[in-house]
């Protein structure tokens, strides 16, 4: 009778470490996920800046980001005004995209950070 509750007396404290074990495991995979959606966010957020400064430039340089979605590959000449007008809006455009890109590269590094990853 000793015999039988002894071994089961270790079965359950094996249980007990292997049940720690197992939550270890599951904390470092939620941890593991929680860094790979952050980087894939940061990733994501770039793409979209990257995007946005193309469609810019194929404006800057006369061409129309709809047109082409419609199969019209035309080049249209702006005038001078346009063109003046076209590169001041390009200008605070790239300025804020740029405030928004260095604001969300501090953001994302400090998620690193928290998370312990270099």
Do not use: C
């Not at 009778?1 to 470092?28: D, P, S, T, V, W």
């Not at 061409?63 to 063109?83: I, W």
């Amino acid at each position: 009778m000793n015999y039988l509750i002894g071994i089961i007396f270790i079965a359950l404290i094996g249980y007990i470490f292997e049940q720690r074990r197992h939550i270890k495991f599951l904390e470092q995979v939620n941890h593991n996920q929680e860094t790979h959606d952050v980087m894939t966010a940061h990733q994501l957020e770039l793409t979209r800046n990257k995007v946005d400064m193309l469609e810019l430039t194929l404006n800057t340089i006369g061409y129309n980001v709809e047109r082409f979605e419609a199969s019209d590959f035309t080049k249209r000449e702006p005038s001078q005004e346009q063109l003046q007008e076209q590169l001041q809006e390009i200008w605070a455009e790239y300025q804020q995209l740029e405030r928004k890109s260095r604001s969300a590269q501090v953001k994302f590094e400090a998620e690193l950070e928290l998370r312990g990853v270099e």
